[in-house]
């Protein structure tokens, strides 16, 4: 799978708190070295970690945006970001 240009764009315009925890929680010990990688980077290397990987990260945004609906519960509140 090849994600599109605004698939892109729409992950690394979100937050990382999520799409890291994602990965932190349900990844290999790889994505959860990932994670935590993804948490601590400045925007320059968010953005290099997004592009190396962005089929799979796309994944794990998907993930983390499933964990925040969870989370946010029937009334839909704030998630963590």
Same mark, same amino acid.
């Given at each position: +799978? +090849?994600?599109?240009?605004?698939?892109? =764009?729409? +992950?690394?315009? %979100?937050?990382? $708190?999520? /799409? &890291?925890?994602?990965?932190?929680?349900?990844?290999?010990?790889?994505?959860?070295?990932?994670? %935590?990688?993804?948490?601590?980077?400045?925007?320059? =290397?968010?953005?290099?970690i $997004?592009? /190396?990987?962005?089929?799979?990260?796309?994944?794990?945004?998907?993930?983390?945006?499933?964990? &925040? &609906?969870?989370?946010?519960?029937?009334?839909?509140?704030?998630?963590?970001?």
């Amino acid at each position: +799978m +090849m994600i599109t240009p605004e698939q892109l =764009n729409e +992950m690394e315009r %979100a937050g990382v $708190y999520w /799409t &890291a925890r994602a990965l932190q929680e349900q990844g290999s010990r790889f994505y959860r070295a990932l994670g %935590a990688a993804l948490e601590a980077a400045d925007a320059a =290397n968010r953005r290099l970690i $997004y592009r /190396t990987w962005p089929d799979a990260l796309w994944d794990f945004y998907r993930r983390g945006q499933q964990l &925040a &609906a969870q989370e946010a519960g029937p009334e839909g509140g704030p998630g963590g970001e």
